[in-house]
């Protein structure tokens, strides 16, 4: 999936605030991402099982790799080659990826919308919506990148667990006041 990322919607750091999101009220982090046809299923919709790699692909270009230190490449500075984060959004997972594995513990998705193939990128909206002592929320929706029309609306639950031994571990005092610092509204999924 080619990536364009940009930020939007933030109401503090001089960001435009007058640009809304269709769900999310407070900061988030909007990644742009072009569809691809392998995306589609047999009704010509983007197929549930592609939005999970959707979700994916926002989720590491919005807060940083998950294994940033045994990636192929150098991780590309903000900014560069798809990957913004927004105002503030510290690079835990980047940053935590030396000797922590950073795992989905739990997925939450409702479909609201098929979402039709076309040219041009789909916009996924992301928050950190919760930090606790080992995991952390990470909420999106996947919208037109105009704000009329979301498709999508998804949690998923991420734990911190140290690579050697498996297991999950607490986040760093310096991990939780960051994230907390940024802590933004949960998605509003319609059961919870």
Do not use: C, K
Request: proline share 7%; charged share 20%; glycine share 10%.
């Amino acid at each position: 999936m080619t990536a364009v990322s940009s930020v939007r919607g933030w109401h503090n750091g001089g960001m435009d605030s007058t640009l809304t999101d269709p769900l999310l009220r407070g900061p988030f982090t909007r990644v742009l991402i072009e569809l691809r046809w392998g995306d589609l299923d047999a009704y010509g919709h983007i197929n549930n099982v592609a939005q999970f790699r959707i979700l994916e692909e926002a989720r590491v270009r919005a807060f940083g790799s998950p294994t940033a230190n045994r990636d192929a490449a150098a991780p590309a500075a903000p900014g560069v080659s798809g990957v913004v984060l927004g105002p503030g959004i510290p690079p835990v997972f980047g940053d935590a990826s030396g000797d922590t594995d950073i795992l989905v513990f739990s997925h939450r998705i409702e479909y609201r919308e098929p979402i039709p193939y076309r040219t041009g990128p789909i916009a996924v909206d992301t928050v950190i919506s919760a930090v606790g002592p080992a995991t952390v929320d990470v909420g999106y929706v996947i919208a037109e990148p105009d704000g009329s029309r979301a498709y999508t609306v998804a949690e998923s639950v991420i734990a911190m667990v140290d690579a050697d031994t498996g297991r999950a571990r607490r986040l760093t005092e310096s991990e939780t006041v960051q994230l907390r610092a940024v802590v933004g509204d949960r998605v509003p999924l319609r059961r919870r």
